[in-house]
C-alpha cells in the first residue's frame, strides 16, 4: 500500500517537479533554494494530502501554487531580499522580470507567449513583475513610479484578458 | 456592494499571485469564505498563474532520490488524486475555429439547441446568494446584455447576463442535472466563431464567466467531464440534453 502511493508520488514528481522546479528557480535565482522549495512541496502533499482538493483545481494548479508561495516566503526573506538588491545594484538583468521563452518549450507555451503579448505593457509588466519577481503590488507601484490602485487594476484586469485569451486560443484551464 | 467588499475584490488577482502583503492576504481569506463568486475568481485567476508557469525544466538529478529517502513509510498515504491527471488539451485557433463554426452552422440548421442572440437587458429579479447579487448587479449595469438560451422543444430556458465588461453570469439552475461523468459546457459566439467560455460541471447553478470581444450568442452543450475543445458530434449530442 505505501509502496504503491509512493508510487503515485513519484509519478506526480514525474510529470510536475520540472515544473515547480522551474517556477521556483526563476524566481529565486538559486538552484539551491529552488531544489529546497521542490522537496518542501512535495513532501507536503506526502504528509498533508488532504490539503490538496481536487475540487478546487489540478494537482499542477495546487503544487505550482504552493511553490510560488513557498518561493515568495524565501524571496521576501532579508537574505534573500539582500541578494536580490545586491544583483540589481550591479545591473545584472533580473531574470525573474523578463520571460525566459527558452524554458518555454511546449505547445501551450506559446499561446500564453501570445496571450501575454496582446495584454497592454502596463498589465504585462505589473504581473510579470509581481508573478516572476515575486513582489507585491505596493512594490511594483513603486518600482513603476504607478498609483498603488492602478497596479491592482492592472494584475486584476491583465489576468482576466490572459484567461479570455487563452480560452479563445483553445487552451483549457485547470489542466493537469 | 459595500466599500470593503470593493476594496478587496480590487485585491484578488494580486492576492492570486501572492502579491499582497500579510495583513491583506489575511483580509483577503476572510473575504473568500463569504464570497463564492470571488473564490471563484481567485481560482480563475491561480489557473491562468498556472500556465504561465509553464516550463520544461528538468528538476536535477537525485532530487527525487532524496525526497523519496525523506519519506516517513507512516505517513498519511496520498489519495488517488496525486495519480489523477487531467491532460491539458491545446489546440491551434484556426483549426479550432473552422471546427466551430461548421459546428454552430450544423447546430442551428438542425435546431439541436437554440441560440438566442443577445438583447439590451431589462430584467431586475432579486438576489439571493453573492453570485445571485453579482449576477443582478450585471443586470443593472446600463449596456449589460441578457440572452435566453432554450433547450431544442422549449422546455428548458437558462438566462444569461453580460455586462460591458464581458464579465457574465450564468442562471443555470433550471438545467437538469446531468451524470457525473458529463458536463455542460459554455460556448460564445464571438465574431462569428464558438469559443468555449468554460466548463460547468454535471449540476450547474450561476456560473461566472467571462468573454471578450464581439459576442452575439451562448451556446450550453453536454460533454464528457472535462469539457472538450471541439464539438465533434454536433448532430448528436444536444437532443433531448435540455429538453
Avoid: C
Wanted: aromatic share 6%; net charge negative; no cysteine.
Amino acid at each position: 500500500m505505501a509502496r504503491f502511493h509512493q508510487d503515485a508520488l513519484a509519478e506526480a514528481y514525474r510529470r510536475h517537479a520540472g515544473s515547480v522546479f522551474g517556477l521556483a528557480k526563476r524566481l529565486l535565482g538559486s538552484q539551491a533554494q529552488a531544489e529546497e522549495v521542490v522537496q518542501e512541496v512535495f513532501l507536503r502533499i506526502w504528509n498533508q494530502p488532504d490539503r490538496f482538493d481536487p475540487e478546487r483545481g489540478s494537482l499542477r494548479s495546487y503544487l505550482l501554487a504552493q511553490a510560488h508561495g513557498r518561493s515568495v516566503d524565501m524571496l521576501r526573506s532579508d537574505t534573500s531580499r539582500r541578494r536580490r538588491e545586491e544583483r540589481d545594484a550591479h545591473g545584472t538583468p533580473a531574470e525573474s522580470h523578463d520571460l525566459d521563452r527558452e524554458m518555454w518549450d511546449l505547445a501551450v507555451a506559446g499561446e500564453v507567449r501570445t496571450a501575454l503579448e496582446r495584454l497592454n505593457e502596463g498589465e504585462r509588466e505589473a504581473i510579470e513583475l509581481a508573478y516572476f519577481g515575486g513582489l507585491t503590488y505596493r512594490e511594483v507601484a513603486a518600482m513603476l513610479g504607478e498609483a498603488e490602485g492602478t497596479v491592482k487594476s492592472r494584475i486584476r484586469a491583465g489576468l482576466k484578458r490572459l484567461r479570455a485569451e487563452l480560452v479563445a486560443a483553445g487552451v483549457t484551464m485547470g489542466g493537469s | 456592494m459595500s466599500a470593503d467588499e470593493q476594496m478587496f475584490d480590487e485585491l484578488l488577482g494580486a492576492y492570486a499571485l501572492d502579491a499582497v502583503d500579510a495583513d491583506e492576504r489575511r483580509g483577503v481569506e476572510q473575504y473568500l469564505q463569504v464570497s463564492p463568486r470571488a473564490a471563484a475568481e481567485v481560482q480563475a485567476h491561480r489557473e491562468v498563474a498556472t500556465l504561465l508557469a509553464w516550463t520544461t525544466m528538468a528538476p536535477p538529478e537525485g532530487l527525487w532520490d532524496r525526497i523519496a529517502s525523506s519519506l516517513d513509510g507512516e505517513a498519511p498515504a496520498p489519495g488517488g488524486e496525486l495519480a489523477r491527471v487531467i491532460p491539458m488539451r491545446q489546440q491551434p485557433r484556426g483549426r479550432f475555429a473552422t471546427a466551430a463554426i461548421a459546428w454552430v452552422a450544423a447546430s442551428a440548421a438542425a435546431a439541436v439547441i437554440a441560440v438566442v442572440a443577445l438583447q439590451v437587458l431589462k430584467d431586475d429579479s432579486g438576489p439571493v446568494s453573492p453570485l445571485a447579487a453579482a449576477a443582478a448587479e450585471a443586470r443593472s449595469h446600463r449596456g449589460s446584455l441578457s440572452a435566453t438560451l432554450e433547450s431544442a422543444d422549449g422546455s428548458v430556458q437558462v438566462a444569461a447576463v453580460v455586462d460591458s465588461d464581458g464579465h457574465g453570469f450564468l442562471e443555470a439552475q433550471e438545467l437538469p442535472s446531468l451524470p457525473a461523468d458529463r458536463t455542460y459546457q459554455l460556448w460564445g459566439v464571438i465574431d462569428g466563431e464558438a469559443i468555449s467560455l468554460g466548463v460547468l460541471g454535471h449540476s450547474p447553478e450561476i456560473e461566472p464567466f467571462t468573454a471578450h470581444g464581439n459576442l452575439t450568442a451562448l451556446v450550453i452543450t453536454n460533454e464528457a467531464a472535462g469539457g472538450v475543445i471541439t464539438n465533434g458530434n454536433p448532430d448528436g449530442a444536444f437532443i433531448g440534453e435540455l429538453g
